[in-house]
């Protein structure tokens, strides 16, 4: 990452980078220039100007993670760009600091807290009960596997294993909540998902993700994508 960030800037026009002794600038720009940003998401792509800086630096203070930024320079004008990923429920305080040559001996920071819900699990629930419910979850990344949550602990799923057979029948389950951000079925071997865990996303925005545990206990690293759909099943 280093070295891009020196790439960028010895290849752009009108110079830039970290030469010289004055103090760098850097502000964050996106995805929004105020204070602070809620999303639902466990990511966000952060970005800005800057000049008299050839790298930057994005801390998470809230979980100690750290990464680096990617910096390049156009015709005099520079800016910049970070993904910080690992985002908790709650504040996360991030802190952007653009370093002149990589030493620490210039500096300069901007900040952002960046907000999720306390409990994002509850995000994507289906309605207060099945009698009032409208709407349902399909698994993109499954062969048609679909499942619902209601507020009152009840739900629908499909069964048979997501990763290896066509959707089952569906039948009538209860969940909890594990953790402000995983759902877990009670009781119902037979349902496709045991469990949903890293759950982002939100019924408003008409899908989640989350990382599934399915019959049998079989877990899988990846994120499914989970789309909203309309009626009952």
Do not use: K
């Not at 891009?4 to 502000?27: F, H, N, R, T």
């Not at 994005?58 to 990464?67: K, S």
Request: hydrophobic fraction near 40%; charge should be negative; aromatic fraction near 8%.
């Amino acid at each position: 990452m280093l070295l891009l960030a020196l790439v960028s800037v010895m290849g752009s026009c009108g110079g830039g980078g970290g030469g010289g002794d004055a103090l760098p600038s850097i502000a964050i720009l996106n995805p929004t220039a105020a204070d602070t940003y809620a999303t639902t998401a466990t990511g966000v792509r952060l970005g800005g100007s800057i000049s008299g800086a050839s790298f930057v630096h994005v801390l998470n203070t809230t979980t100690g993670i750290e990464v680096e930024g990617y910096v390049n320079y156009f015709d005099g004008q520079g800016s910049w760009f970070a993904d910080v990923y690992g985002l908790v429920p709650g504040d996360n305080f991030i802190v952007v600091t653009a370093d002149a040559d990589g030493s620490g001996a210039r500096t300069a920071s901007d900040t952002l807290t960046v907000s999720r819900p306390l409990q994002p699990a509850s995000l994507i629930l289906n309605g207060d009960d099945a009698s009032s419910a409208i709407a349902y979850w399909v698994d993109a990344n499954s062969f048609s596997h679909q499942i619902a949550l209601y507020a009152d602990g009840s739900g629908r799923s499909t069964t048979g294993n997501v990763l290896t057979e066509p959707a089952g029948v569906a039948v009538n389950m209860t969940w909890s909540y594990d953790g402000a951000e995983a759902i877990v079925v009670n009781g119902c071997p037979d349902c496709s998902y045991q469990r949903i865990g890293r759950i982002q996303g939100s019924t408003a925005e008409g899908l989640f993700y989350g990382q599934i545990e399915t019959v049998g206990g079989v877990g899988e690293t990846a994120l499914h994508v989970f789309q909203l759909s309309s009626g009952s099943f």
